[in-house]
């Protein structure tokens, strides 16, 4: 620990993502990502933007890319906010809109860096514990002094909150923000961005990383009425003016204008998901209901520690929490159909030496 580091340096705990192998033949199902590559109307992009006008600044209001988004959801560009891949974009709302002396409220067992967030800017916070299926309990979010965050569908268990559920948690917050990350929407849920007309106090945050394969390009973005974003911009331009660079703003809005590609690659990913929860299950697997590009399952034969372990033996990268409630579960990324048979027929091996 360097002298030199202040208090918050000293006291904070980072949060830690998923690994990222130098090991090109590792099947990497760790960190939820796209097995499909960007549209190719997008690589064309990115081949035909690397111009002269690169020595420029971009937009730092990200103009175009807020016009598409926009149009996309039938909202005002005043509407849409762009930072740099969904995790800014959470930052800094937890920056804007949470008071340190008001209690945010999330989930015990959701995203992990939420709390790094509120330990960052000095929140206080409350975790609503789960049920034992690892459904929200939405009375656990009624009147939270300081505000509430939900993922939905939730990570890491992929389960997915109804919009009548997200309704009553607004309705219950009326005064506060509610934050609805949706990173994972795109495979099978539905949006809350209908409730946007109808909600003030809704900030709904999406990313560009799982769903439309841009995970190397860090773009995330916002939706909310006006007087929201107008918050985030403040924030935002006490930080870095400029987010988002020429080549993922131009990359961005060609991937939401492909719109075939995008449910054709969110197709598959679902029928892969489906064929692997029952090759799952027919070897004694239990699979919470997913809605996401990721399953989260456990075995009452084998400890999924052990399980784990043997795979990244086997070059098959997985994600295992050594957390309370969750450390017989692994969370698994959906893979290509090639990737996903190669997983069931080692972790088939696997558990038979056990």
């Not at 997915?160 to 219950?172: F, N, V």
């Not at 924030?235 to 054709?264: C, G, H, V, W």
Request: with cysteine.
């Amino acid at each position: 620990m360097s002298k030199y580091w202040s208090n918050i340096t000293k006291d904070i705990e980072p949060y830690v993502c998923g690994e990222q192998p130098k090991n090109k033949k590792i099947i990497k199902l760790n960190t939820n990502e796209n097995p499909y590559p960007p549209s190719p109307k997008v690589l064309q992009t990115i081949k035909n933007a690397a111009k002269d006008d690169l020595r420029l600044y971009p937009d730092p209001n990200c103009d175009a890319l807020r016009k598409t988004i926009a149009s996309y959801y039938n909202l005002s560009k005043e509407e849409v906010f762009i930072g740099n891949g969904s995790d800014e974009v959470l930052s800094l709302s937890f920056l804007t809109f949470f008071n340190p002396e008001e209690t945010v409220v999330f989930s015990d067992i959701s995203y992990s860096f939420y709390p790094v967030y509120a330990n960052l800017y000095k929140l206080d916070y409350e975790l609503a514990k789960l049920r034992e299926d690892f459904s929200i309990d939405i009375n656990d979010f009624k009147n939270a002094r300081g505000g509430a965050v939900i993922t939905n569908p939730n990570a890491p268990t992929g389960l997915y909150l109804s919009l009548d559920s997200i309704k009553q948690i607004l309705e219950d917050n009326i005064n506060k923000v509610v934050i609805v990350d949706e990173a994972y929407i795109d495979f099978g849920g539905e949006s809350s961005v209908s409730l946007i007309k109808d909600y003030p106090n809704l900030l709904v945050i999406q990313t560009l990383s799982k769903s439309r394969s841009l995970a190397g390009m860090r773009i995330g973005f916002a939706l909310g009425q006006k007087e929201l974003i107008k918050g985030l911009n403040r924030i935002k331009n006490s930080f870095n003016s400029y987010t988002i660079d020429r080549i993922s703003s131009l990359a961005a809005i060609e991937a939401i204008k492909d719109e075939e590609y995008f449910k054709e690659c969110t197709s598959k990913v679902i029928k892969i998901r489906n064929w692997t929860i029952n090759e799952l299950r027919k070897i004694g697997f239990k699979i919470i209901p997913s809605k996401a590009n990721f399953i989260f399952i456990t075995h009452d034969t084998y400890q999924a520690e052990d399980i784990f372990i043997k795979l990244k033996d086997e070059n098959v990268l997985v994600r295992y929490f050594n957390k309370d409630r969750i450390s017989n579960y692994l969370r698994v990324s959906i893979g290509s159909k090639e990737e996903m048979e190669l997983f069931i027929d080692k972790i088939k091996k696997i558990i038979n030496k056990l």
